[in-house]
């Protein structure tokens, strides 16, 4: 075992007396300390292999319990080499990111079984451990076959938009495609002069929009909806993770949210992982620190829609709820206490509820189950996704089985960019008879990466509150340039009606909603006909056609959909990967032969069809 680490370290600094003021004998013993850990850094990322993992983590945390500078100092020598990451890139992430790692790791038992779930839920490289979150106790038993109301036949119209990532520095004419950054389009300091693919001004597959993509968005939604109100899956800042900080993101989400008022109707917002500054990073009561300035600037960002009972709760920790009808509650969840890459979380593990969130839902599902409401949850970071912790996620499910379909008529996240959706089942089989509850997952208007920039438009009941008909709207990027030449703007177009492409494979009565029962038929129809399946695969792409094949027969297609049948991450078959070299099998896609970045370092999967475009640091 490498574990032995600690004491070489203990032992050393007893002999040293390290924490005197640094003479060349001390430095000489710095670097023996910090060169060892560089090795355990390199061994854990080139190996792949758990005990390796774990072995680094611990030295981390004895380099750190001496001096943290010296483990930053490590950490941020060895980022270049092991990511081919440019040195301004790494020290910006390790320096922002990096000292809320080292206090969690301090606080944590890393050779008790804290090590392995972080290996595990950071990079896949340890076995799941099981979920230990335990059984939830509930207020009130559920009623005896609770059933969803029946609609009312009234349909309103919601807008449904997600990770917005507009860019105030987007830089038209400055490198789209090899800027050496993982996010291009930016008038970079020492950018090559030769432009290999010059950034069109409506923006660019590998970059975060341009300020007036947004604003185009927002102009061109009242000509195909009327909405009642929308909603905002979260992640306003761009992608420029190891430049973001309380000083940018500010600004970044008040202008944003300036822009977004222009739709003329309410929105309902939530917390993404990118609006915190540094990105990710959420701390808990338990992990400690502050990030209330974030909490109170959204509050006011938010204050045009919000009651101010509910502005009020996000100045606590981002999350609210509000009744925009009666009979009718949005619950806004702050699904960062899940999110795998907020490195908060990692010191006290079996903290299981962060900031009392999930009690704090039951509670408010509990009301509107008593007050006969029907319940819409919005997220960021959907608990389907393996970039929710596992045991958070299985508390999310349990709480969803207990309150659908009577009172949770529909749920909505982002984060993923793409257009997809998950389902959630009672106790048992996942079979259409048990389908219990969907989760909508929204396109982003961004185009990062390889995506066309898009939103929905639902048609929901007014009593039921149940979706009626899902459409999708994108705009071609690919004709971005032609624009610029014809000083034309985007062709926002209606790209598929979920009803229409999907009724022609499952048929539905036109009186019924897109039910969990009615999508998991359509996943059976994705198994039996591939012609089915190959339509949600472009839609799932925003009809970029940027992400390669999936075919019949394929592990592609197998774990898709077992996917989207996952209604908690432990059930998820995409396997958290932890990859430092480009694929050379046959599976690797040749838009994926990219140059390895930290945008590969903490992947959802090594697979292109699951590459995580939004996880990791970014």
Known sequence: MRIGFSTAILSLAVASSVYAAPTPIHLAKRNILTDK????????????????????????????????????????????????????????????????????????????????????????????????????????????????????????????????????????GSEAATCGKPMCCRAYANANSTITRAAASWGDYNCDSPVKLGQNLLGYIPSVAAPSFAIMTGDIPPHDVWLESQTTVVPEEADAFTILASLGTNIYPTVGNHEGGPPNLFPTVASGGDISWLYSGLADDWSKWLPAAAVTSVKNYGAYTVSPQTGFRII??????????????????????????????????????????????????????????????????????????????????????????????????????????????????????????????????????????????????????????????????????????????????????????????????????????????????????????????????TEIICDLRAGQSSDSCTKISFSMKKRSDDEKLATEAKDVSLSTLFKRATEPWNKNLCGSVY
């Open 37 to 172: 850990l560089k090795s355990l850094l390199t061994e854990a990322a080139t190996s792949l292999e758990c005990d390796a993992c774990v072995a680094a983590l611990v030295g981390v945390k004895d380099v750190a319990w001496l001096n943290q500078t010296w483990a930053l100092d490590a950490i941020n020598d060895v980022c270049p080499s092991l990511t081919s990451e440019s040195t301004d890139v790494c020290s910006g992430l390790v320096f922002s990111q990096g000292p809320v790692l080292l206090s969690s790791l301090l606080s944590a038992d890393l050779t008790g079984g804290d090590g392995k779930l972080i290996c595990f839920q950071l990079g896949g490289v340890c076995p799941a451990p099981a979920i230990s979150s335990g059984t939830l106790t509930f207020p009130k038993a559920r009623p005896a076959n609770p059933v969803a109301p029946t609609p009312s036949g009234v349909q309103v119209d919601v807008v449904h938009l997600s990770d917005w990532h507009v860019d105030t520095l987007y830089n038209t």
């Open 332 to 557: 806004s969840l702050n699904t960062n206490f899940c999110y795998t890459m907020n490195l908060y979380l990692y010191g006290h593990t079996t903290d299981y509820d962060p900031n009392g969130e999930i009690n704090w839902l039951i509670t408010q599902l509990q009301a509107s189950e008593d007050a006969g409401e029907r319940v819409w949850i919005i997220g960021h970071v959907g608990p389907s996704q393996t970039d929710c912790i596992q045991n958070w996620s299985a508390l999310y499910y349990q709480v969803v089985q207990r309150y659908s379909p009577h009172v949770i008529a529909e749920q909505f996240f982002g984060h993923t960019h793409r257009d997809e959706f998950a389902l959630y089942y009672g106790p048992g089989s996942k079979s259409s008879e048990n389908a219990l509850a969907t989760a909508w997952i929204g396109p982003s208007v961004t185009p990062f990466t390889d995506l066309n920039p898009g939103f929905r438009v639902y048609k929901v009941d007014t009593k039921s509150w149940n979706i009626f008909d899902s459409q999708t709207y994108v705009a071609d990027l690919s004709q971005a340039a032609s624009w610029d030449a014809s000083g034309s703007s985007p062709n926002w177009h209606l790209e598929y009606s979920a009803r229409e492409a999907y009724g022609a494979y499952v048929p539905i009565a036109t009186d019924a909603p897109l039910s969990a029962a009615w999508w998991h038929n359509v996943t059976t129809a994705f198994q039996t006909t591939d012609a089915a399946f190959q339509e949600y695969w472009t839609y799932r792409g925003k009809s970029a056609g940027l992400q390669g094949s999936c075919a019949s027969g394929s592990a592609c297609k």
